[in-house]
């Protein structure tokens, strides 16, 4: 007889995942709910773009079955609850050090982050990646302590240089505490558990539910040979 499946379950932080991570989700929860492309928007006139592909487009069997769930957006300006949250997170040096570990060492952050492989555009200047990213490893990084005020401000100028750099290390705080944010508001309005195949974001959205006291089934998935 096979195990009974729990009913739901959310993916996160990202909206798309390996076929072999659905696979097995598939195995521990009868549906799995998948949010679209997060775009950001930090001020009228700043922000980052959302990509149209769903994880629907390449399993639309699954979707007709209704065990993939798709279409929850998380894109626009950030409400003010929203912001007031991120700043908790970006006040909890315990959770920036979770962060910045990751950063360091989890390709997989870096990549979702930023791309490494080509030159990356900082403020004004184009900086080859393995530069850029070496220098946004930085402890002063780390050690500054980022609101989401600040990152604004910062995104309203044509920066170079060290601000840039603030800039860029900020942005990524921002959009890395979004993206948990929003998986928790998803999952506690459509009572959901969570899951995701990166061990960084468990651990960062693990640090934020013990701090404000939430509880929230959080499940990661090892991923081994893919």
Known sequence: ???????????????????????????????????????????????????????GGTFPELVASGRLVQGYNVSGPLTDETRNAIDRDLADQDWRTLFHQAFKEDRRVQRGLFDPTHAMPIGRDLVPGPAALLR??????????????????????????????????????????????????????????????????CHLLSRMLTREKLTLSNHLVIRTGY
């Open 1 to 55: 007889m096979k195990p009974a499946l729990h009913a739901d379950a959310l993916f996160y932080p990202f909206h798309l995942c390996h076929e072999e991570t659905l696979t097995r989700l598939l195995t521990r929860f009868y549906r799995i709910h998948f949010r679209d492309y997060m775009a950001l928007r930090l001020t009228p006139f700043s922000g980052t773009t959302a990509y149209e592909d769903r994880m």
């Open 136 to 201: 946004l490893m930085s402890e002063e990084f780390h050690c500054h302590l980022f609101t989401v005020a600040e990152v604004q401000d910062l995104s309203a100028g044509r920066l170079s240089g060290e601000a840039a750099y603030r800039f860029e290390y900020g942005l990524a705080l921002i959009k890395t505490a979004a993206a948990l944010r929003y998986t928790i508001a998803l999952a506690e309005t459509h009572h959901l558990a969570v899951a995701t195949d990166s061990s960084a974001h």
